[in-house]
Structures are given as C-alpha cells and as structure tokens.
C-alpha cells in the first residue's frame, strides 16, 4: 500500500503559547487539497461500519467519494441532509470512539480523517454565497420544542425539513445550549454556531429565547392553550453536581457551568467591553477529567491564571477527555495532577480560596462503572496552593420541567424515561431525547436523539391525521 494510504492527513493548529493567551480557534482546518488526498484515503467499503459508527449515520463513503471527486457542493447535499450541524460536529464530535474507530483503514493504519473531511465540507459552505432552497407544502399540526441545544435544534430542523411549522423555545436569550454556553471559542466559535442556526431559521425553524417552559408557561399549555399537537424535550442536563467538601462556598470556586457560562455566553473574556466581570487568580485548580474540566482549564488560562491544572482521582487511562483535547492541554502547558482527591477546600479569613487540600490515591479493583476504584493512601495529606477552585465532577437534568408537569416519568437520576421502542415520554405525544434521557453525554448522541424523535413525531402526527 502506497505511504500516503497509511497516515492521516495531520489537523494544521496554531502556535500553543500563542493560543494559549487568546480565544481564537485552535484547530485551522484543511485545505481543499489536503482534503481531497485526505478522502482519497477511504477504501469505499460496500458495508462501511463508519456509518455505522455514526449516531446519525451520514453515508460517509459517498461523501468522501464526492470530495475526493472535488464535488463539493453535491458533499454538502449528502452531509447536510444527514446531520443539520456539521460544521459543529466535525469540530467537537469524539470521531475516534464513533465513525473513525470502526474505520476499515484503522486496522492497520491511521482512520481515514472524516471528522477533519467533515468540517472541512461545512467550512467550504459556509465560504460560498447562501442558497435559498424551497420550503416544503405546511401541514397543519404544530410542533414545539423545548432547548435549543443540539437535540432541540436537529429536531426542530428535520421537522422543518418534513414541512411541520416548528418553535423552539429556549431558557437562555442565545440558542445552542451547551454549544453556545459551555463550549468555548477557541473549539468552537460562536460565529459558526451562528451561521448553522441561520440555516435551520432559513428552513422555517422559529426560535423563541428567554421562555423558561414550567415557569414562562407550563408544558401543558403547549396543547391547551398554544395549539401545539406534540412537544420534544431536549433540556439537557444542565444542573452541576457538587462533592460535598468543606469550603466548597469560599470566594473562589465557581462550578465548571458557571465559569463557562460567564465566559462563553455571558463573554467576561472581553470586560469591560461586556458586563461580566470573572474572578481568575494566578493558579487554578480543576476537580474532574472530562471534556468540561479541559475546557474549563484551558480557559482559565486563556484568562489570565499562570498555572492551570488538572486533579483527578483516577489516571490519564480513565480521563474521558477527548485525546485531542488532551493533547493540546499538554501543549499549551496544563499540568494534570492525576491520583489526587480532594477533601477541602482552604480559604482565607476573608473567605477567598487559597488552597486545595488532597490525598494521593491508587487504583484498586473496578467499580460499578467498570473503570479502577480510587483508593486513599493514608497519611498522603497535602496542599496545593490555589486561588481558583472549579469543579467539573459532572452534571444532572434540572428537574424544573418535570417537578411542573403531571406525568412525567424520570429515573433514579432525574433523567425523563422513554417507551421501550420510540423516543416517547409517559406523555402521549410528548416526546424526548438528548442529556435529557442519558444524561451528560455527546452533541452527536443529542443530536441523533433529535432525529429519532422528529421521525417518530412524523409517523405518530400522520397516524393522528388519518384517524380524524
Ligand atoms: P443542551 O446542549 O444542554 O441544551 C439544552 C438547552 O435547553 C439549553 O439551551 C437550556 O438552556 C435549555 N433549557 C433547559 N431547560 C429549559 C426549559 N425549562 N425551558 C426552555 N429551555 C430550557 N460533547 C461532544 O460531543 N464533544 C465535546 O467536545 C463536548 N464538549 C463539552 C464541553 C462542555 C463544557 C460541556 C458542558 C459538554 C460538552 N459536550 C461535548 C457534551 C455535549 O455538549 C452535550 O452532550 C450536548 O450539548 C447535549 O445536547 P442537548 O441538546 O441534549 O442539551
Ligand atoms: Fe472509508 Fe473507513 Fe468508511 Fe471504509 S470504514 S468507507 S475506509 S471511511
């Protein structure tokens, strides 16, 4: 097999330190011709697992075909039919756990790059002049949906495309939901996020902002008072966990939600030009080794803190950072304090945090979530001095919506409950998907729940018609 068939066609990023003191995006992205040498990698497999792989199975052997082909308005046809945000997810989907782990290629070699060709795709649309397509014939029944992150969204857009009148009603006075308020500028910049809500506004998509449903108005006023005939949940899974350690309420210690919140939707990176100003101390430390906790960290320096770091429980093995994440923490100089728990926070008399207190652990036997037991190693107390504490050890549903909504079944850990085979809640036509039901998870996990959902609302609102 030829040299080039073996390697991926490398991401080109900018300069770490450089980054590392800015909000502008880290990834650059391919050139046309890196990424017609990139797909011209793919084997064309006849039963490709790739799609399989992929939560909204875009059929990605065509696509390749057609950018390696250099047909990249009809790429963008095939892409945008399969998946409503591709230029979000071919930036922060985990395309080495989905589409690129079952990559044929990967058995031998590198994947072929399809997240890197995604992007790609939706960036060279975004460089051409906007077409207006048609709208579809309206049909008569309504649609709302509650959230407008990336299940409420992906819904609302492949209802729209099926010609149902949809409104999504958001919290927040900007949609995007986790993709506006938690992941930062430098993985995905806002002007992106912009520009595929545009699009899906384009197909007729109504977003209505600053409408808390179960506070605004109830879920069942949708139906009784609005004329709404079916309703998607995708309220995500918002509401920060916390670890229960003294010194957890010290000036100083922010939930990982907040601090990206005030950073990201509220913009602190630009006061005084904005309204909110952020408190950032020359170090910081980030409880936990997610996707959150690298974002958290990584703005935190960006921020202006000297020293950022990671502690975490458990080792670099159990982290489910993304790897690229990872990497670039590592490049831009984030230190990861792997094996340390801690069990206080310290402040000063004034109230300001200004210590982390630790116990060194090591890995015992695996859990109930099949990763190794953390276990404390006696007498192994020490402090890490700190001004910044921000906990990112996870997040749950807010149960606003269902605490106001009669009939509404959750699970053990506030999560809505479906039908065994449909994205329905225990309310007839009230429908679910995303962090709502699995808790925090994917954009494309969420976003795959969205077109599950409108497929089913489809079928159920069509069988409603023929009944009358
Ligand atoms: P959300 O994105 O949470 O959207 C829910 C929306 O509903 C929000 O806008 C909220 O304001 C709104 N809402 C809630 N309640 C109401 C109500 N009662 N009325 C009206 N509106 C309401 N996933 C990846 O795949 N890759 C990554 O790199 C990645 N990085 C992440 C980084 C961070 C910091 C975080 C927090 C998560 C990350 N994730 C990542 C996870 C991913 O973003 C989520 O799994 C995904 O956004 C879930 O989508 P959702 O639509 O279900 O919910
Ligand atoms: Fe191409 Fe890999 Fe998919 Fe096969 S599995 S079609 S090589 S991207």
Wanted: glycine share 10%; hydrophobic share 40%; aromatic share 6%.
């Amino acid at each position: 097999m030829p040299a080039k068939r073996i390697t991926k066609t490398p991401m080109r990023t900018r300069d770490a330190k450089l980054r590392a003191t800015d909000f502008v995006e880290v990834n650059i992205g391919y050139k046309a011709e890196h990424a017609i040498f990139e797909a011209e990698r793919c084997l064309r497999c006849q039963q490709p697992p790739c799609t399989d792989g992929c939560p909204v199975h875009i059929p990605i052997p065509e696509l390749l075909h057609e950018v390696a082909a250099g047909n990249m308005e009809k790429a963008v046809d095939i892409l945008r039919t399969a998946n409503p945000l591709p230029a979000v997810c071919g930036r922060v989907c985990p395309q080495e756990e989905q589409c690129e782990n079952n990559c044929h290629m990967a058995k031998q070699y590198l994947p072929v790059g399809i997240g890197y060709l995604e992007r790609f795709i939706a960036d060279w649309e975004r460089s051409q002049p906007k077409k207006k397509k048609p709208k579809p014939p309206q049909r008569p029944q309504k649609v709302a949906v509650i959230g407008a992150g990336p299940a409420g969204l992906v819904c609302a857009g492949d209802l729209a495309r099926l010609g149902y009148p949809v409104t999504v009603f958001e919290g927040l006075h900007a949609p995007g939901g986790v993709l506006r308020y938690g992941i930062p500028e430098f993985r995905l910049p806002k002007d992106i996020l912009d520009w595929e809500i545009e699009l899906l506004k384009d197909m007729g998509v109504e977003i209505v902002c600053n409408v808390i449903v179960g506070k605004t108005f109830k879920l069942d006023d949708l139906f009784d008072k609005m004329g709404f005939s079916a309703v998607f949940i995708g309220t995500g899974a918002g509401l920060p966990s916390f670890l229960g350690i003294p010194g957890e309420n010290l000036n100083g210690v922010y939930s990982a939600n907040e601090f990206l919140t005030r950073i990201n939707l509220m913009q602190s990176y630009d006061f005084p030009n904005t309204d909110t100003p952020l408190y950032v101390g020359e170090r910081v430390a980030v409880i936990g080794a997610g996707n959150t906790a690298m974002d958290s960290v990584r703005s935190a320096l960006r921020m202006g803190s000297k020293e950022g770091m990671i502690v975490y429980r458990r080792t670099e093995k159990e982290m489910t950072a993304r790897q690229e994440e990872y990497e670039h923490a590592i490049e831009e100089g984030i230190q990861f304090r792997w094996l340390t728990n801690p069990i206080e926070i310290i402040g000063d008399e004034d109230g300001w945090v200004t210590g982390l207190k630790c116990l060194k652990m090591e890995l015992g036997e695996p859990d109930a979530s099949g990763r190794a037991r953390p276990i404390a190693i006696k007498g192994s107390e020490f402090i890490i001095p700190v001004e910044n504490v921000i906990l990112s050890i996870g997040t749950s549903p807010n149960p606003l919506l269902v605490n106001t909504t009669p009939g509404l079944e959750t699970n053990n850990k506030g999560c809505l409950v479906l039908e065994a085979n449909k994205p329905q809640t225990s309310r007839k036509r009230v429908y679910a998907g995303g962090d709502a039901v699995t808790g925090a998870a994917t954009v494309i996990l969420a976003a795959g729940a969205g077109k599950d959902a409108a497929t089913s609302i489809h079928a159920d609102l069509m069988a409603d018609l023929a009944e009358k």
